[in-house]
């Protein structure tokens, strides 16, 4: 598979390059440059394919050009020690729950992905990589679990002030590690900015190898895909419906890859999510994405520090005028409808559900045609451990889910070691520090 810039499709480039340079150099992300029909591979699978297996096969059938077979496997089973538990409510109901890896983070799936390819590619290349991220907790957590062992890579962690947590000191490279986690004397806002200063720097990108942890990476992203395909393996003995799958919007980077899940060929009827100001409903109710009304020869770059996945989602689109409208299901739903939507998994089946994942619930009820047909079924798909909103959950139900022993530690505050203002030169100093090490 080849990718190409959602501003040029023109350019061709392999999966290396695309996870490596990470951004086009026209302000673009990386999206796929055609389809590819993973049928075959999707059939075959069934309930006993583990999730690594799973993305081995696909891996070696999406990159093939580049990944073989055995380092495809290689790959996949470095970064999935875990599968996603998929779980049956009720007759028409499912849930498939991504927070079952390390930091109880659906991110968890795609930072290891990502993270075991760059480190092959980067071992191929005989190069080095500093992967950057912007966190507030939750990201940090995952890049440090996936860092952890690689000889290729190091990490640069930015942590707006007074929110370091969720890692082990023993991973920091003052301790023989890989990540330099540092609290930035300002907001996430401003930790934001400084990512976006430092990746229109191209000099200091391409001297020091950097690229991006999140879902502007395509190699972030594309591991994602593999969510709705073992979904499907659980699926294709049970039922001979339609299949619909119940999302929270977030940065649209699920909704993203459930589109090219069915770009490769997996049987889907639709996605059904809340509505937010640019993915709404238009006048007859149909999906309408609204930045797409503004060109993107007018638009800035993609700002590194603050992904959205609209500009991938709008590609779809363009490509296929239909998809939108025949496959992508929003539905406004208010924080009353929330509430009750999380009471009613709680009361119904003893789930606990964050706001995000009652939204997605609530929004599904809505889509009757979906939800109310014996012959339709709904997957739920919960991203984060509802542990992360337990006060949320409390007030809602009046019970809160346990924190799992795996997550307690990562919720306690860290001491920050490294310190810096909110300036660019700032990070060179840190980039530079870590280039002698």
């Known amino acids: ?24 150099s026209d302000g673009g992300l990386y999206v796929p440059a055609y389809a590819e029909n993973l049928a075959p591979w999707i059939y075959y699978l069934n309930e006993t394919t583990s999730f690594s297996s799973l993305a081995g096969a696909l891996t070696s059938a999406l990159i093939k050009e580049e990944f073989s077979p055995i380092i495809s496997e290689a790959i996949a089973t470095k970064a999935f020690p875990y599968n996603p538990a998929f779980r049956q409510l009720d007759n028409n109901l499912y849930t498939l729950d991504l927070f079952t890896g390390p930091s109880g983070s659906h ?23 500093v992967v ?4 507030d907790g939750e990201i940090g957590t995952c890049v440090a679990q996936a860092m952890r062992g690689k000889t290729r890579l190091k990490s640069v962690l930015l942590y707006a002030k007074g929110t370091l947590r969720g890692f082990d000191p023993q991973d920091c490279v003052w301790n023989g590690g890989n990540i330099y986690p540092v609290e930035v004397d300002g907001s996430f806002e401003d930790c934001s900015r ?35 395909i073992y979904a499907f393996s659980r699926l294709k003995g ?14 649209y980077g699920n909704l993203v890859a459930g ?63 239909a998809v939108l409208k025949g ?39 809505k889509h009757t045609d979906a939800f109310q047909s014996e012959d339709s079924t709904i997957v739920l798909v919960s991203r984060d451990h509802p542990s ?35 300036d660019k030169a700032a990070v060179v100093r840190i980039l530079e520090e870590l280039g002698r090490l």
């Not at 950057?132 to 966190?135: D, L, V």
């Not at 049970?238 to 940065?251: E, H, M, R, S, T």
């Not at 997605?360 to 009820?365: D, E, G, M, P, S």
């Not at 409390?394 to 310190?419: F, K, M, N, S």
Request: hydrophobic share 40%.
């Open 327 to 365: 496959l992508v299901y929003p539905s406004p739903v208010s924080e009353k409808e929330r509430e009750a939507a999380c009471k009613e998994l709680f009361i119904k089946y003893g789930m606990f559900a964050d706001g995000e994942t009652a939204g997605a619930y609530a929004a599904a009820k």
């Open 1 to 24: 598979m080849q990718f190409v810039s959602t501003r040029n499709n023109k350019e061709l480039i392999s999966f290396s390059q695309a996870i490596t340079q990470c951004l086009g």
């Open 132 to 135: 950057f991220g912007i966190s």
């Open 194 to 228: 400084l990512a976006g200063a430092v990746f229109a720097d191209t000099g200091l990108v391409k001297e020091y190898g950097l690229t991006l942890a999140n879902t502007v990476n395509i190699g972030r992203l594309l591991p994602q895909t593999f969510f709705y």
């Open 388 to 422: 992360y909103h337990a006060e949320q959950i409390r007030h809602w139900c009046g019970e809160a889910p346990t924190v799992p022993d795996r997550i307690q530690p990562l919720l306690q505050p860290v001491v920050p070691e490294r310190r810096i203002p909110a």
């Open 238 to 251: 049970k039922v001979f419906g339609d299949i619909f799958y119940a999302l929270a919007p977030g940065n």
């Open 107 to 129: 991110k968890d799936f795609g930072v290891s992905y990502l993270a075991a390819c760059l480190e092959y590619t980067l071992l191929m290349q005989d190069k080095y990589a």
């Open 259 to 321: 589109l090219y899940g069915w770009k490769f060929s997996l049987p889907v009827n639709g996605f059904i999510t809340e509505c937010t100001p640019a993915v709404t409903v238009d006048s007859f109710g149909q999906c309408q994405v609204l930045d797409a009304v503004v060109p993107l020869d007018k638009r800035g770059p993609t700002d590194p520090g603050s992904p959205s996945n609209l500009e991938r989602l709008e590609e779809v689109f363009f490509a296929n005028p």
